[in-house]
Each structure stands twice: as C-alpha cells, then as structure tokens.
C-alpha cells in the first residue's frame, strides 16, 4: 500500500513539486545521490575507487518529453566520460542510460531519437575505453529497450542491458541474453507493475529472481548481480561456482549497504556501485523511498528533527 502510493507519487507532479520545494528533504536524498553536478559526481567515483569499489554513474532524469532536454542529457554524459577519462577513472566507471532521458517519451519518432542518442553516448563511452548500461524502465518499454540494445550492440557489443525478475517474461528474456560477450544486470525491479505482467509478491519475485539467476550463470555471457538482498547475493555467489571472479559482477546503489559493497570488494569480487547524480533526482528518490519503509520513516524523522 504504502509503496504504491510512494510510486504513484513519484510520477506525480503535484507530489514532486512539494517534496522538491521541502527544505528538509536534502539530508535524506544526499543519502542515495552523490550531488548536483559532475564535480560531485567524480569526486563520489574517486572516494570509491579507493577502496576497491568501481561505479556505473547515471545522469539523473526520466521522461523528457523535450528535445533539447534530451541532448542536453547526453551533452552531459560526454562531459563525465571525458572527466572520467582525465581523472583516470575510466577503467573502472561505467555509465547507465535510462532511454526516456534521451528522448524515447518525445511524441514524434521518440524511439529512433533515443536510439540515435544512445549511439552517441556509446560512442563517446568507447573512445575512453568504458561501456554503458541501458537502464530498464516500466514495463511498457521492455520490448523498446531490448529492441535499441540489439541495434546498439551492432557496433557496440559490449553494451549491457537491465532485466528486472518481478516481470513474469525474464527468465525468457535472460535465456535469449545468455550469450556470449552479452552483460546483463539483474535486479528485482522498481516500478509498479500490474499483476498481468508482473508478480506481486516478494516471495514470488525472489523465486524468479533466483531462477533468473540459474540462467545467467549457466550461461555464456556476463552476469551482474544487482541486489542488496543477503539471501540473493550468497545464492549467487553459489551459483557461479567455478566461473572465474572476473566472470561476473555484484553491484548495489550508493548509498545502501555500503559495509557489504566494501566487504564484497575486499574478498577480491567486482564491487559495482551506481551512483546517480544530478538535479533531477525526484522520481529516482521516490522509488528508494518505496523500497524500504523504514527509509520513509528516516525521511519523516528528518523533517521533524531537523524542523
Ligand atoms: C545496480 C542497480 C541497478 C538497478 N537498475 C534498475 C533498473 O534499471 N530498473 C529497475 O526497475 N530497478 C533497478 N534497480 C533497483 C532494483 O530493481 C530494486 O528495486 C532494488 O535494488 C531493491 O531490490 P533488492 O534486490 O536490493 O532487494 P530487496 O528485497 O528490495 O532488499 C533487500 C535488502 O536490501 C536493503 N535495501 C533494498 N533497497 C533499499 C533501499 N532503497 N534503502 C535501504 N535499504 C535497501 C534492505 O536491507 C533490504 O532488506 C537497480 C538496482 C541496482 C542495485
């Protein structure tokens, strides 16, 4: 319940509007976004690289239905690849790409748009040396997104995909990504799905999670464990029995269990954190916020100690 009404929300511009113009809500949303601009955004890359850790960094936004919002998007990703690149981090930072900020929600050919965006960015990605991730969104854009992938990967093969174990179609979409050379990170999924395409229970998406996992492991390609869930991070390390470490991957997000990312890193796996930066960081907050009630209650405290 409560986190529908969170998810709603944060598709709600009435709710972003207050949540955005609420002074006391910066201390709670510091905790998941490294900062407003790409200063912060290499200087958070740098404090975890130190230690072990390598990073998938997103430009926040999601649904642009503006064009020159969208450029400005991927203006922005060649700025950080090139300051990735200059600070010497590019070996070990990645960058994720959500589709609908690059243009796929603009109403006159958003998808060849975003296609055509994203090549740009996988190009200014590969003349640094690093790749890109295309993110996953509701599930009315799966088929979309894994249909710009495969253009993508025509001269870009190393760029990886998202697919989320709450939709009841992944463990399908995981056998067709098992490939050789094809990096795919699972994660358990965040948006509000209908019963139609997705399970509802988290027993159920934790089962499909697992099975998603078999998939991956057995497979050929290069699995990226995205969950902060203990259960899921020993099954796997399980499952990937004699793969080599550098065969597969754990990632979490900034900001939650960052004692575990730390402690993965120091037992000699690849740590990947996705740390997410920029001002437009309302939907992704909200989407945090549903994850864990005990983080809106941290949210709620903030505003009445520090108010
Ligand atoms: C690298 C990465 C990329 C992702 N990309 C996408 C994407 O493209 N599309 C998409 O739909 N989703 C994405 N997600 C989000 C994902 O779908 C889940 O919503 C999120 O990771 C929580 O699921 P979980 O596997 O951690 O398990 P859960 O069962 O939700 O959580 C397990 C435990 O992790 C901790 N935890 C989880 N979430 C939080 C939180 N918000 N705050 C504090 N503690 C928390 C808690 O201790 C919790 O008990 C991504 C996640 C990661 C790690």
Not at 28 to 50: K, S, Y
Not at 131 to 151: A, P, Q, Y
Not at 258 to 268: H, S, V
Request: charged share 25%; aromatic share 8%; net charge negative.
């Amino acid at each position: 319940m409560l986190r529908s009404t969170l998810l709603a929300a944060a598709r709600s511009t009435g709710a972003r509007k207050l949540v955005e113009s609420t002074p006391f809500t910066r201390p709670v949303v510091d905790r998941f976004i490294a900062g407003e601009d790409v200063d912060a955004a290499i200087r958070a890359t740098g404090a975890l690289v130190a230690d072990g850790r390598t990073v998938t960094l997103d430009h926040l936004g999601e649904d642009t239905l503006d064009a020159e919002q969208a450029d400005a998007t991927v203006a922005a990703y060649g700025e950080l690849l090139s300051r990735l690149d200059t600070a010497g981090y590019a070996d070990r930072a990645e960058v994720s790409v959500k589709l609908s900020a690059v243009g796929r929600s603009l109403a006159e050919d958003g998808e060849k748009i975003a296609l055509e965006n994203a090549r740009r960015i996988c190009s200014a990605a590969e003349a640094v040396g690093t790749t890109v991730t295309l993110d996953m969104e509701d599930h009315t854009t799966t088929d979309s997104t894994l249909d710009v992938l495969r253009e993508l990967r025509v001269d870009f093969p190393w760029v990886g995909a998202v697919l989320q174990a709450y939709l009841k179609r992944t463990e399908q979409d995981c056998r067709d990504l098992a490939h050789a050379g094809s990096r795919v990170r699972l994660c358990k999924g965040a948006y509000q799905e209908p019963a139609s395409v997705a399970f509802q229970d988290k027993a159920d998406v934790d089962l499909s999670y697992v099975r998603c996992l078999k998939v991956l492991m057995a497979g050929e390609g290069y699995p990226m464990v995205a969950s902060h869930d203990p259960r899921m991070i020993a099954i796997a390390a399980d499952l990937a029995g004699t793969r080599p470490l550098d065969g597969y991957e754990f990632q979490m997000l900034y900001g939650i269990r960052p004692e575990e990312q730390k402690r993965i890193a120091a037992a000699g796996n690849t740590m990947r954190v996705y740390l997410p930066y920029g001002d437009e960081w309302y939907g992704y907050f909200m989407r945090r916020l549903a994850e864990r009630p005990a983080n809106v209650a941290f949210f709620l405290r903030s505003l009445v100690t520090t108010g």
